[in-house]
């Protein structure tokens, strides 16, 4: 089937064509279309996101993205069309959904059967493994596993690693999650940040140092010329014995570092607070892992672009022999093709979320 997907949760206008087949156990997806619209010269000045701003911008934008795609000269008609729904800012989210429902009264009088469906922007970002290149060479050759054929599988070995149970991490600027996903439609959360997501502290510490919003990859930018060792920050959490993160502590007492310490090197700062942020991540990634003998690691979200996070993760994988899958680089921070991928999962789970803007969604 054919989905035109729409996300306007933050600041990223994003719409996408996706060509999606297959069922739960062995999904495949073809990307025909996408366009990604930053607002962030937009916001930079006022040093974050302001979301009235970001709704008017969504909508100036939209229909342009929308002319640009040249969907309606195409010949296969769209079968249906995903919105993000939440969570994110409100108004954002409204200006998707409205546009949305636009586009349907246009589409529905050439295509009758035509679907509008809400989605999950974290199920977005979750499902992004399934456009991982190694994922690629699984979904050409089999299905995605799933847990209840594993039994089987076992007894007779599959040539492929079987990808579940899994642990997925999602790292964004508004969520720090770690799931325990037993097939990929069935997840546990195993835990979650307690104050600050993790993408926010790379964000305002960026700022203590003066760069411009979003910080994430100025921070690892910095970070390849410092010293990760050069000041000890705390690693908040790290050893309590369940799977939530706390960010808030660290971003202070880099504030605390840099008011008693004005001459240190940028360099320094970045890259031991960027060591101190990502330790907590591997080693709660490590350890859920480990209990739940999981068979891969899928990281997504924005944060996920960050090298050195992706190279931590790889390693540990390989020390637990499990597989770890992070999307191609252009699909970690928003994006629609994401939203056209869970999409089409809630729709082959038959689940279907209510066309009304929800800032708390959850997972
Ligand atoms: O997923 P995303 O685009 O939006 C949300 O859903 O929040 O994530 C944006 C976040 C920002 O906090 C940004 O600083 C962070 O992802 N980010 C990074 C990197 N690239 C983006 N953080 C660390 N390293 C990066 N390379
Ligand atoms: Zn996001």
């Known amino acids: ?36 619209s930053s607002q962030i010269e937009i916001h930079r000045p006022w040093g974050g996101v302001v979301p009235n701003l970001a709704k008017r911008e969504h909508i100036k934008n939209l229909p342009k993205i929308f002319d640009k795609l040249k969907i309606k000269s195409d010949k296969s008609k769209v079968d249906a069309i995903c919105v993000t729904v939440g969570p994110g800012l409100e108004p954002a989210l409204w200006a998707g959904i409205e546009f949305a429902k636009k586009v349907y009264q246009q589409l529905k009088t050439e295509n009758k059967k035509i679907k509008l469906i809400g989605v999950n922007h974290l199920e977005g970002h979750l499902y992004s493994f399934l456009l991982s290149e190694q994922n690629k060479t699984v979904n050409s050759k089999s299905k995605l596993l799933i847990t209840k054929q594993t039994k089987r599988l076992n007894t007779k070995p599959h040539p492929l690693t079987p990808m579940f149970p899994a642990i997925a991490l999602i790292v964004s600027g508004g969520h720090t999650i770690l799931l325990k996903m037993e097939t990929p439609i ?15 502290s790379f964000d305002k510490v960026a700022k203590m140092l003066g760069f411009p919003y979003p910080g994430g990859p100025e921070i690892q930018r910095l970070a390849e010329k410092g010293n990760p060792n050069a000041i000890r920050f705390p690693r908040p959490m790290i050893g309590s014995k369940d799977y939530n993160f706390s960010y808030s502590g660290l971003k202070t007492s880099v504030l605390y570092y840099l008011r008693d310490n004005p001459k240190t090197k940028k360099e320094d700062v970045a890259a031991s607070f960027q060591e101190a942020a990502l330790d907590v ?36 994988s390989q020390k637990l022999q ?10 970690n921070t928003d994006n629609a093709v994401m939203i056209a991928v869970a999409g089409y999962m809630s729709m082959l789970r038959k689940k279907n979320r209510k066309l009304v803007a929800n800032g708390n969604l959850s997972i």
């Open 1 to 36: 089937m054919k989905i035109l997907a729409i996300e306007t949760s933050c600041d990223d206008t994003a719409i996408a064509l996706v060509e999606a087949s297959g069922i739960i156990s062995g999904p495949k997806f073809k990307i025909l279309k996408s366009i990604v």
């Open 281 to 316: 991540l591997v080693k709660k990634t490590e350890r859920a892992a480990r209990e739940h003998n999981a068979r891969s690691i899928f990281l997504s979200g924005g944060v996920a672009a960050n090298k050195e996070l992706r190279r931590k993760l790889k390693v540990t």
């Open 186 to 200: 069935k997840w546990k959360k195993l835990g979650e940040t307690k104050d600050d997501a993790v993408g926010e």
């Open 322 to 331: 499990v597989s770890f899958i992070a999307p191609p680089m252009d699909f």
